[in-house]
Nanobody, 117 residues
Framework: QVQLVESGGGLVQAGGTLRLSCAAS????????MGWYRQAPGKQRELVAS???????NYGDSVKGRFTISRNNANNTVYLQINKLKPEDTAVYYC???????????WGKGTLVTVSS
C-alpha cells in the first residue's frame, strides 16, 4: 500500500508564494515519478509539474517560470514552490506517484490553494 499526504495549501493574495509538500509512505519503488496536478472548479485535472527520481522535471505551460518542483528521495517527499501566484492558480492540488515500470498510479486527497485578487 502507498499513501500520499499533501500539505501547504491555503489562502494567499495574488503575487504571494506557497510551498506544497507531499510525503509518500508504504512500498515505494525506487524508479518513479512524483508530480503535482491541479483541478479548478469546472475544469479538467491538469499537470502542474513532475519530477523523476533521477531529477528530470517537466512543467505545464501555464506555470513555467513561476513554479519549481523538487524532491527528496531519502524520505520520498516532493515539493512544489509556487511564486507570483495568480487568481487562476486557484485549484485543488493533487500529489501523484507513478511507478512507470508497473503502470500504477497513486493519488493524494488534495490540498486547496485559493488565490485572492
Amino acid at each position: 500500500q502507498v499513501q500520499l499526504v499533501e500539505s501547504g495549501g491555503g489562502l494567499v493574495q495574488a503575487g504571494g508564494t506557497l510551498r506544497l509538500s507531499c510525503a509518500a509512505s508504504g512500498n515505494i519503488f525506487r524508479r518513479n515519478t512524483m508530480g503535482w496536478y491541479r483541478q479548478a472548479p469546472g475544469k479538467q485535472r491538469e499537470l502542474v509539474a513532475s519530477i523523476v527520481n533521477g531529477g528530470a522535471t517537466n512543467y505545464g505551460d501555464s506555470v513555467k517560470g513561476r513554479f519549481t518542483i523538487s524532491r527528496n528521495n531519502a524520505n520520498n517527499t516532493v515539493y512544489l514552490q509556487i511564486n507570483k501566484l495568480k487568481p487562476e492558480d486557484t485549484a485543488v492540488y493533487y500529489c501523484n506517484l507513478n511507478f512507470w515500470e508497473y503502470g500504477t498510479d497513486y493519488w493524494g486527497k488534495g490540498t486547496l490553494v485559493t488565490v485572492s485578487s
